[in-house]
């Protein structure tokens, strides 16, 4: 079993994937997704933080190593002090919950490589059902390893990869965006060569 921790995954609850009033369908919530880094005070459940979550562990990864832990944190201390770990990490003291992508440190190039873009596809894995749900967040690097890592309780050998801030949005509710700021799609989109 990767990780070792011995618990099982969430159970299946029909109830979980039941579409309720203020959900999104998939391809609203891809368009609706934004860096949502201002958030209102109020909780997220702990049912949808993880839901969240269990979007990540269902994520592709090479080999399906599963080479990663996911850290849940609402405590409002122990967010106000992850803030600190990047300069780019400061939302994180304000959302409602942060999740920590914990890797173990990369044995080589490769396996660095892979396992950042598997951590990749997981945050926008998260990203996705969180929007669905009415939920925003935002990523954040992490520059002080061994900060983050006191902060969270993680042992020696792995490595917070990412924060991913969560809350809802204090500024404007999540919705499709129409004119997204993005390179035009025609000098982005090759087809059959550049």
Known sequence: MVGGHGHDPPALDARRYTRGSGELETWDAICARRNVRQYKPEPVSEDDLNRIAEAGWRAPSAKNRQAWDFV?????????ELATVWQG???I???AAAIAFVIPEPPSERRKVTDQYDVGQATMAMM?????????TGHSSVGDQEKARA??????GYEV???LGV???ADRPLKP???PNRRPFDEVVHHGHW
């Open 128 to 136: 996705i059902a969180a929007t669905d749900l009415g939920i925003g």
């Open 161 to 163: 990869a990412y924060l």
């Open 151 to 156: 902060i969270l309780g993680v042992p020696d």
């Open 167 to 169: 809350g809802y949005p």
């Open 72 to 80: 849940i944190v609402t405590d409002r201390h122990q967010l106000e």
């Open 89 to 91: 990490a400061g939302h």
């Open 177 to 179: 965006i129409r004119k």
């Open 93 to 95: 003291a304000g959302a």
